[in-house]
């Protein structure tokens, strides 16, 4: 089945640096990638997606590129805040063999920025 | 306009013990989901309603069963209670079932069993 791998954090940041996470995956066919956020004490929210080769998703200032060629979903941004703090969790769509389409997420990373 | 609610938010548990988890949501959406979410794995699916009647097992169900009440409540029964299912477990509703449709998740329900 297919597959997410993240990179372990924590990603330890000061205020106003540059944020990449990376994000690689595993896949049949052309699944749709998907960057979702934690804030403490809460559940995940969808931060940006992109559903085909070359498709940029971006929100709030985060960005992140399919590259099919490499498999890659990295998330970056130029600026992070300390109200960026959070894990951030990296996810695709994974059609099953009884055609339900679910989400298959990978480990999340943390993110902890400091003023 | 609350979202996804879970009830309650901690809990803890002796082995063999059991306890339902409650999902509501107030967005009118067809599909609610089960996850758990274990340090170092991510979130895995343990159940899901693609619509209001219908259930279906995710990739880890063993141990779990659900009721979808009505459309807008989805709840997780844990029969007898295993240390195996210490976790933080979540509810997510899309307006229908499939990737295209955004999941909304509740604040998670942390369970610790003994």
């Known amino acids: 089945g297919n597959s997410v791998t993240q990179m372990e954090g924590p990603v330890t940041l000061s205020e106003e640096a540059f944020l990449t996470i990376n994000c690689t995956y595993t896949a049949t066919g052309y699944p749709s990638l998907f960057w979702y956020v934690q804030y403490p004490g809460e559940g995940l929210q969808l931060l940006l997606k992109?559903?085909?080769?070359?498709d940029k998703g971006s929100n709030k200032g985060f960005e992140a590129t399919y590259r099919k060629e490499t498999t890659s979903f990295h998330l970056e941004k130029g600026s992070v805040q300390v109200s960026d703090s959070a894990v951030y969790f990296c996810a695709l769509s994974d059609l099953g063999n009884t055609g339900f389409q679910k989400l298959v997420f990978g480990t999340g990373t943390r993110l902890l920025v400091s003023p | 306009n609350a979202g996804v609610t879970q009830t309650p938010k901690f809990q803890v548990l002796k082995t063999g013990q059991s306890m339902t988890l409650q999902c509501a949501q107030d967005m009118n959406h067809n599909s609610m989901y089960w996850y758990r979410q274990d340090p170092g794995m991510g979130l895995r699916l343990i159940y899901y309603s693609a619509s209001e009647g219908t259930t279906d097992k995710g990739e880890v169900p063993n141990g779990y069963n659900v009721s979808r009440l009505n459309k807008r409540e989805f709840s997780l029964r844990l029969e007898s209670a295993a240390p195996s299912q210490t976790s933080v477990y979540f509810c997510a509703s899309s307006l229908e079932q499939g990737v295209s449709y955004e999941q909304y998740f509740g604040p998670g329900t942390r369970l610790t069993v003994t």
């Open positions: 992109a559903t085909k080769a070359d």
